[in-house]
């Protein structure tokens, strides 16, 4: 009956599902200041029983960055080759890897290729297409992709470059861009030269990505070895690092555990969605239908829109490998600062899908309903709480019982701050956990940076409550607001310098 009403209302139920995570989101927020004074033990319990939800993630995101990090350390020291060489066919394997491009300097563009370039699996079995804009400055477009392709044109099986004019309908964004470029590769290259579409595989690129050596040699071990090679996504640890050591410090702490978190993820195969960098089958793509050119949000989108169209037979498997990505940095810290808020809100944006994922949910038949239940349910853990955690982690109950002191003076309001307190501070003690990952993984010291700064850098996490609240909690609570009231963000590039 609900499945009926939704079809035959479709435009409303799914504006009302664009209304929900900010009309969620504000009702957490705001429950504990209102409800201390019509319900103060239900507030209360509720404060207590988010801090055990919190320590619980804590220990979990401790626990599960660490299985990634040894399994890392297993992957990048195994020889891959030597098992991808046991398949009689893995020379018949390519991979289009498909790099969006508006305005990115040419040495982020060179250092991006030429990790594609020191791959150990066979270059020639790498096609790269330079997925430029139309709206790019024509002479500096060309100059780059000129001096690209004359440098790695011997490398590569082909190098590409297309070029993407906005059409009507379409948003500014990544998806489109890439949308056009992979029909282009499929129409131009694939279908003229007859290849098996079976044997390839399509890796979404950022422009300034740095690929481990060994990323497409366990690609193509992953791709040949899975029997369902064309219903999975593959995802590698993708790690705000490549300039960590320049950003000032209230933004490097939240790159640093933007960082550990995805880290964190790549064990739960239950819950893992690919993002930012991720590769599936050209088939997959193709018979899901591309990316939606008039969507911002381009990574959760592919895989729900893939997840839909196959029954719910989609996974993402973890590919263990570090992939180096820059956070935002601008040529000021001014600049900088407005840029993190910018693009971490652009993150956000991803819960516009919300209005179509859970209308599919909720409409879509032959879907199991514990596999679709746990796919959804993890987007809706991670963008209708996105804004809501700092709110009741660091205020929590603190606040509510200041402007209620008649409910401070009972025991429950006197004991719930201490107890609140007491397993916030135990949840800290995985603080370390992160902290050592950190230091594994961030890029070697360079000589400019002071040694004395490098091991007073922990100190900095000092400033997370403030940093998380500014360029974590407000970019989200902005994009649940904007979009319960219909104003729309258009996308804006991350810049490089």
Known sequence: MLRNYLINHERGAKRFFEILPGLVSWNLILFPYWGIFLFPEVVAYFILLFNVYWFYQAFGIAVTATISHLKIQATKDYDWMADVKNFPDWREVKHVVIIPTYKEPLHILRRTISSLAAQKLPTKQLIITLATEFKEDKKEREEKANALKKEFKDVFGEFFVTVHKLAVGEAIGKASNERSAAIWVKENYLDKKKINLDYVTVTSCDADHVFHPKHYAVLTFKFLDCPNRYKRFWQPAVLLYNNIWRLPAITRVPNILASIFILSMLPRRDRLINQQN???????????GYWDPDKIPEDWGIFFKAFFANQGEIEVEPLYLPLYADAMESTTTWKTLKGQYT???RWAWGVSDSSWVIYNYLTAENLGFWDKT????TF???????PVHWFLITIGISLPVAINPAFGRTTLGYLTPKISSTILT??????????????????QRPKNFPRWRAILMPLEFVLMPIATLIFTTLPG??????????KYIEYKVTEKV
């Open 380 to 386: 809706i853990h991670g963008h209708f709480l996105w």
């Open 374 to 377: 746990t796919r959804v349910s």
């Open 278 to 288: 991720y590769s599936l089958s050209f088939k997959l793509l193709h018979n899901t």
């Open 343 to 345: 693009q971490v809100r």
């Open 477 to 486: 609570l902005d994009a649940h607001t904007r979009l319960m009231l219909g």
């Open 426 to 443: 135990l949840a800290l003690v995985f603080l370390a956990v992160m902290l050592v990952l950190d230091y594994i993984y961030k890029p």
